[in-house]
């Protein structure tokens, strides 16, 4: 049942990695591409995770996982930055 449901999650990352890639391309946002890079790197560490199960080297695993987390943080950070004196999408005053 776990490897299943590891499955599960794999896809679904997957599928919200698409879903970020095409906003995107239509935005050309970078908070769309960090999030987008950072669920393909969850994928990733559950394809590491299955393969890694009972090895010494489920470290690297949780490191991809803890990267991924850091590309959100940055993302969000990147979009909520003052930049050139006003916020980006807000009028000066």
């Known amino acids: ?5 590891s499955g599960v999650v ?6 919200a990695g698409l879903f970020f890639l095409r906003f995107w391309r239509k935005t050309r946002d970078r908070f769309f591409a960090f ?3 950072s669920f393909w790197l969850m994928a990733l560490q559950r394809v590491m995770m299955l393969g890694l199960l009972h090895n010494e080297y489920l470290v690297g695993a949780y490191l ?3 990267l ?3 590309l959100i943080i940055m993302a969000i ?3 909520n930055r003052v930049r050139g004196g ?3 999408g807000s ?3």
């Open 10 to 15: 794999f896809a679904l990352c997957c599928v």
């Open 64 to 66: 991809i996982r803890l």
């Open 68 to 70: 991924a987390f850091v």
């Open 35 to 37: 999030f987008a890079a």
């Open 86 to 88: 006003t916020r980006e």
């Open 77 to 79: 950070v990147d979009k």
């Open 91 to 93: 009028r000066p005053s």
């Open 1 to 5: 049942m776990t490897e299943f449901l």
